[in-house]
């Protein structure tokens, strides 16, 4: 079963705070989620392994970790997922990113998919898809279904703002995929929008509406 990550440090915390205020505009709301994706990085890449190498400091020879050639693949879902990648990439330079896009039908409610580029390696990659919201769990569940057709095997899923109905549906779907969120809310509306949530993260990442 998957396992629900949910890193309420209290840095991810109050900028989330200032994320879901209205009256925050769309450069600061810009910012916000760069910033919380590069915090969200640090602990989603906690267990990567690593390896002993030698290496000469000023004072003499030493065995010391470095990352064990593990290849990193950032997958934002298209739109809001974008807002994720620059955080990520300060924290990860090497890694290298794929887009899936998806939009979630306001009549159906369910995902069209209207790009998808990977790296050609996607199959050696550990992957991490990135999208702010969380909501019925259509989006995350078929850009996961994408790239493991696309040959991915490792996967792991990072939002910022989760509804208990969508962690629900990507764990049954998706049992081998870690989750990790910064917050679980209380519920879906009766338009699958996230309560209390911070509306519609893509609007205001691009300030469409
Ligand atoms: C939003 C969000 C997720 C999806 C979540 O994208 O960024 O991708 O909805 O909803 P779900 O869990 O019910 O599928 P949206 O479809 O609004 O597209 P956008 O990013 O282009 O604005
Ligand atoms: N997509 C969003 O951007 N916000 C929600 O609350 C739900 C889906």
Redesign the pocket.
């Known amino acids: 079963m998957s396992n629900v990550f949910v890193m309420n440090h209290p840095l991810i915390q109050h900028k989330l705070t200032l994320m879901r205020n209205k009256n925050t505009g769309s450069k600061d709301f810009r910012e916000l989620v760069k910033e919380v994706a590069t915090l969200m990085a640090y602990e989603v890449t906690r267990n990567l392994p690593l390896e002993e190498i030698e290496i000469e400091t000023p004072l003499c020879k030493t065995k010391a970790n470095v990352l064990s050639g593990e290849k990193i693949g950032i997958v934002p879902?298209?739109?809001?997922?974008?807002g994720m990648v620059e955080g990520m990439l300060d924290l990860i330079p090497t890694a290298r990113v794929g887009h899936v896009?998806?939009?979630?039908?306001p009549e159906t409610?369910?995902?069209v998919e209207y790009y998808c580029k990977l790296p050609p390696d996607v199959q050696d990659r550990e992957l991490i898809v990135v999208?702010?919201?969380?909501?019925?769990?259509?989006?995350?569940?078929?850009?996961i279904q994408f790239i493991k057709d696309r040959g991915a095997q490792s996967i792991r899923l990072m939002?910022l703002i989760a509804?208990p109905e969508?962690i629900e549906?990507v764990k049954k779907e998706h049992p081998d995929v870690d989750i990790y969120v910064a917050a679980v809310d209380s519920h879906?509306d009766d338009h699958?929008y996230?309560v209390p949530g911070l509306g519609?993260?893509?609007?205001r990442?691009?300030g469409?509406k």
């Open positions: 879902i298209l739109r809001a997922g974008l896009g998806l939009y979630r039908d409610l369910k995902p999208d702010p919201m969380l909501a019925t769990g259509g989006s995350s569940n078929a850009a939002c509804a969508g549906a879906l699958a996230i519609d993260a893509g609007d990442l691009f469409t």
